[in-house]
């Protein structure tokens, strides 16, 4: 008896959204094809990693914004992506909370608090028997840091982190914490903000912002990279002045980076800005953060490149792209891995040519590249995002 195939790729982005609520096999009758059977093998395991997110809480902590209103710290997408809904989304989070680190006044970070205090302020939001945010013992937390976010997330858990995964407050109430998805964090600082404390740029953001800009905030400060030359890779062949050491970056990357038993993953782009040379040299960046700035020794570390669709990010394209929130969603709700879409796009490609068409039901407008090539054709291009791992002393 034959049954039938359902892998489908629903709408036209760059990257796809997957919907494989539903997959059964194609097998057939009299002998076995060794493609069908890769591919029996592949879907059983992606079959076996579903899992609902109604028993996982969502908390999405936000990045930096200048804008009025916030541009880039405008999570709705990744809301819209994630949320439950009974016909479209029945396996997503029933529970979403975003942190906000935005003045109500402007719409503008609040430069109020550095970054160690808003780890408190999200600590103390998490565990107050009055918070807003009710969540049960038996619920498992997931984090999306985004940006900055993601410096708030990591400095929470190494003030707080308990055993494995867990959360604790004084009264001994546990939090399990299941993944993180740091998605563009400068975990080694970016450079951007060295490159702001230029004289020139000092004065313009004094204009512009006022006396006390958000440049000059320790908040602000703790995402630089440090000794760093505050006139760039162009000017600083002829200017010498370096930022100090960021303290803050040493000591959070000095210890485990990656602690407990949680899913800990890190997303960077490298779509690049035409502004990108001035700023980054021949690094690979977003336009905001450098590519080797992100990952973290013992994460799921995943550029764009690597995936195999033929795509590539930029910093704004982290927050609000379609197909990134595709991708997130793949993450989050499908709880699929690098190595799983690497497997799914070879099973893409093979089903085509192997299956008859009545077994393998497909909606695209592209055909996403080959794995392997397009690896192959992106080698130079990861030998420039370079990253070792190794903690900083």
Not at 165 to 183: A, Y
Not at 211 to 223: G, T
Not at 251 to 274: D, V
């Amino acid at each position: 008896m034959n049954t039938e195939l359902r892998l489908q790729v629903l709408n036209n982005s760059a990257f796809p959204a997957l919907s494989i609520a539903d997959l059964t096999f194609f097998a057939p009758p009299q002998r076995a094809n060794p493609s069908i059977l890769a591919m029996n093998t592949v879907l059983s395991k992606l079959k076996k990693k579903q899992a609902s997110a109604s028993n996982r809480v969502l908390i999405i902590v936000p990045g930096y914004s200048v804008s009025t209103p916030p541009k880039i710290g405008d999570h709705r997408f990744y809301i819209n992506k994630l949320k439950f809904h009974q016909k479209t989304n029945p396996k997503g989070y029933r529970k979403i909370f975003l942190f906000d680190i935005y003045s109500k006044k402007d719409g503008r970070c609040n430069f109020q608090y550095d970054i160690p205090a808003l780890a408190e302020i999200l600590y103390h939001t998490l565990t107050a028997s009055n918070s807003d945010w009710e969540i049960s013992e038996d619920k498992t937390i997931d984090f999306i840091g985004a940006s900055m976010g993601g410096l708030i997330v990591r400095e929470l858990l190494r003030r707080h982190l308990r055993g494995a995964n867990l959360l604790e407050n004084s009264k001994g109430r546990s939090l399990k914490i299941g993944t993180i998805v740091l998605i563009g964090t400068p975990n080694r600082g970016s450079k951007i903000v060295d490159y702001l404390q230029a004289p020139f740029l000092q004065f313009f953001l004094k204009i512009r912002y006022g006396k006390n800009h958000f440049a000059k905030s320790e908040q602000f400060r703790q995402i630089a990279v440090g000794n760093t030359n505050i006139f760039g890779p162009l000017l600083g062949k002829f200017f010498k002045k370096k930022t100090p050491n960021n303290d803050f970056l040493l000591t959070l990357n000095g210890s485990i980076q990656t602690p407990g038993t949680i899913r800990w993953i890190t997303i960077r782009g490298t779509k690049r800005k035409w502004y990108a040379p001035f700023l980054f040299g021949n690094e690979l960046n977003d336009g905001v953060i450098a590519a080797n700035s992100v990952p973290l020794c013992g994460a799921e570390n995943i550029a764009d490149y690597n995936l195999p669709f033929n795509i590539a990010w930029d910093h704004r394209d982290l927050y609000e792209d379609e197909g990134f929130c595709n991708f997130l969603y793949g993450l989050l709700i499908l709880q699929l891995s690098l190595v799983d879409y690497l497997e799914i796009s070879n099973l893409i490609i093979t089903s085509s040519q192997s299956l008859p068409k009545r077994a393998f039901l497909i909606q695209k407008q592209r055909q996403p590249a080959n794995s392997l090539i397009n690896l192959m054709l992106l080698s130079k291009k990861k030998q420039k995002d370079s990253f070792k791992c190794q903690t900083l002393n």
